[in-house]
């Protein structure tokens, strides 16, 4: 009997099949093990190598790169979360503690993927989105990263089909190919059939904060962040160009945040600042 045939019976973590050929896919998302994303992306993927899903117990939505510290952690096999042969785990924490529990009780995989998130990331989305820290979290084991995101149709529908399908693609060709150091794909889909993929730089596709003061039924005050969607840049070289236009956008995202271009010219107006550091 497999090991993703026993899955049912599972009382600990399973390992990867470090005996295997196959690739080693860990999923991970912030939507929840129970979204129907990560099941659509874990089905697809699992013609691809082996998979293992380790997503949170509730919706983790724009908790950013997140790290649970300050309490205990639990790492439970979630049959009823759909998942058939795939060895599916909840985690009460955060998309990046997913990642963390995921490769120390699994194993180191070859790749990290997380979503298909419900709703877009792009542009600005980036900085707090815990789909994309699931990613981010995997670049920090050296592993090859991917977050992927779908857009919802006009009347709020979401179709998996497809964007599982083309991430199944996509994960296979980074197996085989790699992706350079510290550098992760952020792909978004859109509504619909997808026309095809480009390549696309980051939008300034973001989220305008208000904030909504109510009283509770004692009179006290409590409040709610919202925020409207704002994007101005979406031409056919950026992520929301993209989609708009019924493409899936993969955006090439490296973690090196510094502004190069003003290394030396700050430099020259800072006290003490050694000129041989701008070179």
Request: glycine share 12%; with cysteine; charged share 20%.
């Amino acid at each position: 009997m497999s090991s993703q045939a026993s899955v049912s019976t599972l009382s600990a973590p399973l390992p990867f099949d470090t005996g295997s050929r196959r690739k080693k896919i860990l999923i991970a998302n912030d939507d929840g093990i129970f979204s129907p994303g990560i099941k659509a992306l874990a089905l697809a993927l699992a013609e691809v190598g082996e998979v293992r899903v380790v997503a949170p117990d509730v919706e983790q939505s724009a908790v950013g790169h997140g790290i649970t510290i300050r309490r205990p952690l639990r790492f439970r096999h979630t049959a009823s979360a759909g998942f058939g042969d795939i060895p599916a785990y909840r985690v009460d924490g955060t998309p990046a503690d997913c990642v963390v529990l995921g490769v120390h009780l699994l194993g180191t995989p070859d790749v990290v993927v997380s979503g298909v998130n419900i709703g877009p990331n792009m542009g600005h989305d980036l900085t707090h989105s815990g789909t994309v820290a699931a990613a981010i979290e995997g670049l920090a084991f050296g592993v090859p990263s991917i977050a992927f995101s779908q857009v919802s149709s006009e009347s709020g529908e979401y179709s998996f089909g497809p964007g599982a399908a083309y991430a199944a693609e996509l994960v296979a060709h980074v197996l085989n190919t790699g992706l350079p150091p510290r550098t992760l794909l952020n792909v978004n889909f859109p509504a619909g059939e997808l026309k095809g993929a480009r390549v696309t730089r980051l939008s300034d596709h973001r989220y305008e904060d208000s904030l909504v003061q109510r009283q509770d039924p004692e009179g006290k005050t409590y409040y709610w962040v919202a925020g409207t969607i704002r994007a101005e840049d979406v031409g056919d070289d950026t992520d929301n160009g993209a989609v708009l236009a019924g493409y899936a956008s993969v955006t090439p995202v490296r973690l090196d945040l510094t502004a190069k271009d003003l290394l030396g010219p700050l430099g020259q107006g800072l006290p003490g600042v050694e000129q041989t550091t701008l070179a």
